[in-house]
């Protein structure tokens, strides 16, 4: 089956995902994460007032550290379930943000009044539309909402590795949990009791399983589309010039083919 635009599955995952995100995805997880982000706003800001859109709000974990940094951040958020996660967050610690709730495919119709200096797509979700023309739709919109001289931050998992890896990861979880930095607990995702770990691995999709720590099967799963190397630089370079495109390996300049996720700085 050729799926195109959104999986289904991710859809009902979200309510379930939703409840327990902030403990998949725990702080202790998010610090390089979260360092990386804010350098990067801090940079671009120079002293001055910059907004930031966040395409993928979640439950808000980038967001949050982001306006307590004092950082002008509007919040999209597409599923119901993680909108009223972080609705529920913002309130709960009095925290004031614009937030709207667009598809990436739809986002076209976003009007805001101002273009933004920085619009965020992270923590992995780019992966989670299929087809090549969805992709680039989301891309495109996306780009469309930086400012000139502004930068789009993206990343994706090195699913180059997954794949290259197969045989291994799906036979040997323990050996490649605690070899593979991206597979390991200590990026983005994985606290003490929820993990990710691949249950299938083909080259049109990558079935995550969600983990509980004891359990034999996952609880849940995520579906994505397993970009190959360079597969999302190139779509990026569609839009920006490639010579603007900085990419990062686990948060550190340049592309490291180990790396558990890459990340791209992309100046309009
Ligand atoms: C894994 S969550 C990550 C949330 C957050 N960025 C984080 O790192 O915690 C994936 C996010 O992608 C969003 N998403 C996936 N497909 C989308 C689409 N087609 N349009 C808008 N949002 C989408 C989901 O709603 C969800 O917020």
Redesign the pocket.
Known sequence: MVIS??HKG?DNA?II?STI?DRF?PPQARTEHRDFLLKIAREEAKNRGIKIF??????A??AIPLIKAGFDVTG????EN?LKAAMHKLKKGRIRMDVVS????GLDKYKPNNLFDIVLC????IC??FGREAQRR?VGNFFRLVKKGGILVIDERNFQFLLDHREEILSRKEKTISEHKGLSRHI?YGGKTYYPYPVAISEELVDMGLWKGGLPKPISH?YFYPFKEGELQKLLEEFFDRKKIEVYSDYERGRKRGAGFYQYVCRK
């Open positions: 635009g959104r991710n979200a995902m995100w995805s966040d395409a993928a709000l979640g439950t974990l980038d999209n958020e597409a599923d993680y667009f598809d990436w495919l992270v923590g992995n979700n989670y539309l989301a983005l995520f």
